[in-house]
């Protein structure tokens, strides 16, 4: 399937280079809503089709357009002091805040899910269904054309059976004539998860990169900061772009963990856009209830590693007011004993309402 993929991509690419003309473009997505829709799935990236460690995620986000009524304390908001002396925000003549609202359920479960028996050598299975709040701020200058996005990123929801992993994977599985997984009664308990994060990414004349080959390539890096009981980590990564007509975007979404991108988008006038593109992202991880188990009982749990990684490949397309996107995700393992590194694939279409 990913092959598949790869290569509509590159017959989008050569037709998009064909339709490419000079546009327009409004500030960070002008005066629309968004809505985008985000599926990832081991099975985009697997060719032997089971099920094995973060096996899918689902989430649905709807973003907001530009607010100039928040309340002050809000619309403040912005970067905390420390954050802001690390990475400095500079003088900017152009604005817009969001508000968002994403609803997400993700699924995790060992390598063998024919067996019944708990597996205290893998990681556990696990659900996780929740409710996120964000809030966004875009900052730009019209003279350098800097630009910075920062996101606050509020979860609720809860792990456990209450999330219906079991539920939702098996009835899948179903529906598809594939097997069950047995093992779903070993998976971690009910507990509430709270989380809060902030990400900076960030365009900047300091990353400026040459032509490859007649197209533009730019460089947008990124940090993250999150705290709670389901995954307390730091991160930093960054995307390069290549394609004909870069537009000023932060590139496509993915699914926490894995920061990157925006969810407005610059719609086409041309009628297509699109570029390939290319990022890593390292995280320092204190906490990851998912390996580690519940936070305040016994559960199934096993010793992760501190320090993970993910090397991303992708293709995005841009038609009319809609966004296609495929990643290609390789992440480092994840805990002590893993056999090999995890691959899974990541959809997201986004469209400009």
């Known amino acids: 399937m990913r092959f598949q993929l790869a290569a509509a991509f590159l017959l989008g690419l050569t037709i998009c280079g064909w339709t490419q003309h000079a546009q327009a473009q409004q500030f960070a997505g002008g005066d629309r809503e968004f809505l985008t829709l985000q599926v990832e799935n081991d099975l985009f990236a697997n060719v032997s089709n089971t099920d094995r460690h973060y096996t899918n995620g689902l989430q649905a986000a709807w973003l907001s357009r530009p607010q100039t009524g928040l309340p002050s304390w809000l619309a403040d908001f912005s970067a905390p002091p420390v954050y802001s002396l690390l990475f400095p925000t500079g003088n900017f003549d152009k604005k817009s805040q969001r508000i968002g609202i994403a609803l997400g359920h993700a699924i995790f479960t060992p390598d063998d899910t024919g067996t019944t028996f708990p597996q205290p050598d893998d990681r556990p299975y696990a659900a996780w269904a929740h409710m996120t709040f964000s809030l966004q701020s875009v900052r730009a200058s019209s003279i350098t054309g800097e630009a910075w996005q920062d996101q606050w990123k509020l979860d609720l929801g809860v792990v456990g059976?209450?999330?219906?992993?079991?539920?939702?994977?098996?009835?899948?599985?179903?529906?598809?004539?594939?097997?069950?997984?047995?093992?779903?009664?070993?998976?971690?308990?009910?507990?509430?998860?709270?989380?809060?994060?902030?990400?900076?990414?960030?365009?900047?004349?300091?990353?400026?990169?040459?032509?490859?080959?007649?197209?533009?390539?730019?460089?947008?890096?990124?940090?993250i900061v999150s705290l709670g009981n389901v995954q307390t980590y730091a991160g930093l990564g960054g995307t390069l772009r290549l394609g004909f007509s870069l537009p000023d975007d932060f590139g496509p979404t993915r699914i926490y963990p894995g920061v990157g991108g925006s969810e407005w988008f610059e719609p086409s006038a041309a009628g297509c856009n699109c570029y390939l593109f290319a990022g890593v992202e390292g995280r320092g991880v204190a906490r990851d209830i998912f390996l580690d188990g519940n936070t305040f009982r016994e559960s199934a749990s096993i010793e992760k590693k501190h320090f993970v990684y993910d090397a991303k490949l992708g293709a995005v397309f841009v038609l009319?007011?809609?966004?296609?996107?495929?990643?290609?995700?390789?992440?480092?393992?994840?805990?002590?004993?893993?056999?090999k590194p995890d691959q899974f694939g990541s959809v997201s279409v986004n469209f400009a309402l």
């Open 161 to 223: 059976p209450a999330a219906q992993g079991e539920f939702v994977q098996n009835n899948w599985h179903d529906l598809i004539g594939a097997e069950e997984a047995e093992g779903w009664r070993n998976q971690i308990r009910d507990e509430v998860g709270v989380n809060l994060s902030f990400e900076r990414a960030w365009r900047s004349s300091t990353f400026n990169t040459p032509k490859l080959a007649g197209l533009q390539t730019d460089f947008i890096p990124y940090t």
């Open 320 to 339: 009319w007011d809609t966004r296609v996107a495929f990643t290609h995700v390789f992440r480092s393992r994840e805990f002590e004993g893993q056999a």
